[in-house]
């Protein structure tokens, strides 16, 4: 079973348009994470929830919009898509705590042309 | 701020013993991760430093010194499969926040 999955894993788009990453993670963890990691592999954190709520915005622009319903899922919706928004973006999960192992999904791969 | 470094790239010998360095600087350090991630896949735990010294895990190891900010990931007994990106990441107090490095890109040749 798939610890941290998320959907879908390419996703090509146009400038302008509006599309959702989702995630989900079967690990029971309290803290779910947006990660950005750009063409020159810089693994950026963007947003970091702890039991549903938001714990870290590291300043992104808010045409990204993340969504916890629940503390086993952490969507990720974004707005007028921009040709500087492609990069991949991972979806990662831990049990929160300092010093505890992240665990990323498969990471989707988003192209804006 | 925050801030870490480390080789963009490295290349080894198949058999060989390559060291990969990190520095940091970063407020309210807590341990330091070491990660690997295969072109096209996602990052994977490797190690987690919170003492001082040296910790083995086969064939590979991690160092940690926190007065000097310096961190190195020993690879011994390379192998093919070893080429991949390896990040250094610093763990900070009060949890959620894990800052990863560059990666360090690591070629093995035969």
């Known amino acids: 079973d798939t610890a941290v999955s998320q959907t879908p894993k390419y996703l090509v788009t146009q400038m302008g348009n509006d599309k959702s990453i989702k995630c989900e993670q079967n690990?029971?963890?309290?803290?779910m994470y947006w990660y950005k990691q750009d063409s020159k592999k810089f693994l950026k954190i963007m947003f970091s929830?702890?039991?549903?709520?938001?714990?870290i915005n590291e300043t992104v622009p808010n045409r990204f919009s993340p969504k916890s319903p629940d503390k086993a899922h952490l969507n990720l919706h974004i707005n007028s898509l921009e040709l500087g928004d492609s990069a991949v973006y991972f979806c990662a999960s831990s049990p929160g705590v300092t010093g505890n192992t992240i665990y990323f999904g498969e990471g989707s791969w988003l192209t804006v042309v | 701020g925050q801030n870490i470094d480390q080789p963009t790239e490295m290349t080894a010998t198949e058999g060989a013993i390559v060291q990969i360095n990190c520095t940091y600087q970063t407020s309210g350090f807590n341990g330091l991760f070491w990660y690997q991630q295969h072109a096209g896949e996602a990052p994977t735990f490797l190690s987690y430093?919170?003492?001082?010294g040296l910790e083995e895990k086969g064939r590979f190891s991690s160092f940690l010194s926190r007065s000097k900010g310096y961190s190195y990931l020993l690879l011994k007994e390379l192998q093919m499969k070893d080429s991949a990106s390896y990040l250094c990441?610093?763990?900070?107090?009060?949890?959620?926040?894990?800052?990863f490095g560059a990666g360090t890109r690591l070629f093995v040749k035969a």
């Open positions: 929830y702890n039991n549903k709520e938001l714990i």
């Open positions: 430093n919170v003492l001082d």
């Open positions: 690990l029971g963890h309290d803290t």
């Open positions: 990441a610093v763990d900070r107090t009060g949890g959620f926040k894990t800052i």
